[in-house]
T-cell receptor, first 115, second 111 residues
Framework: NAGVTQTPKFRILKIGQSMTLQCAQDMNHNYMYWYRQDPGMGLKLIYYSVGAGITDKGEVPNGYNVSRSTTEDFPLRLELAAPSQTSVYFC??????????????FGQGTRLTVV | QKEVEQDPGPLSVPEGAIVSLNCTYSNSAFQYFMWYRQYSRKGPELLMYTYSSGNKEDGRFTAQVDKSSKYISLFIRDSQPSDSATYLCAVSSGSARQLTFGSGTQLTVLP
């Protein structure tokens, strides 16, 4: 199994450009998440989804949009990129059911620089 | 006040040392407590998780939670250079499995 796959791994954007970060998981997990990680700041939740067709804002949603048309895919859209969006973006998934300690599986990350 | 505060480090120890990593949290609704390990330029991976107060041991790793003081600890015995990584504590109330992370502690184990 591939687990959680993110593309691209690296990207440089100019201010004002838009892009979509792709995330796909092959574990049939209902729950999916997007986090951003800034140096020394831990991971902050941008958006999450509890199933296809259902999304909700996390702690830092401004400047981003998501969609969840299938169980497998959870793309993150950046509109009008700004330097403040320079970060490492992680997609994660976890299975429904079970205890709250169910493991979240992370992708390898997308390193985005906005210049 | 941040929901989860973590000792910032960085922490450098000799091989074989006992390492203690700590976090505090502010919301008593958190019930699930996790430690993730993140190697450089990789995604985090779950190392340990505990539910409510108590200890959990897995090989050289022990996770400890004290809900009365809202304190989370991870102990690493006989530390190895391969343990060099950033350690992130994370908490969850269970709702939608959302995780709230600490800022991470960078650990280096010197051979």
């Amino acid at each position: 199994n591939a687990g959680v796959t993110q593309t691209p791994k690296f990207r440089i954007l100019k201010i004002g450009q838009s892009m979509t970060l792709q995330c796909a998981q092959d574990m049939n997990h209902n729950y999916m998440y997007w986090y951003r990680q800034d140096p020394g700041m831990g991971l902050k939740l941008i958006y999450y989804s509890v199933g296809a067709g259902i999304t909700d804002k996390g702690e830092v949603p401004n400047g981003y949009n998501v969609s969840r048309s299938t169980t497998e895919d959870f793309p993150l859209r950046l509109e009008l990129a700004a330097p403040s969006q320079t970060s490492v973006y992680f997609c994660a998934s976890s299975p429904a059911g079970g205890g709250g300690g169910t493991e979240a599986f992370f992708g390898q990350g997308t390193r985005l620089t906005v210049v | 006040q941040k929901e989860v505060e973590q000792d910032p480090g960085p922490l450098s120890v000799p091989e074989g040392a006992i390492v203690s990593l700590n976090c505090t949290y502010s919301n008593s609704a958190f019930q699930y407590f996790m430690w993730y390990r993140q190697y450089s330029r990789k995604g985090p991976e779950l190392l340990m998780y505990t539910y409510s107060s108590g200890n959990k041991e897995d090989g050289r790793f022990t996770a400890q939670v004290d809900k009365s003081s809202k304190y989370i600890s991870l102990f690493i015995r006989d530390s190895q250079p391969s343990d060099s990584a950033t350690y992130l504590c994370a908490v969850s109330s269970g709702s939608a499995r959302q995780l709230t992370f600490g800022s991470g502690t960078q650990l280096t184990v010197l051979p």
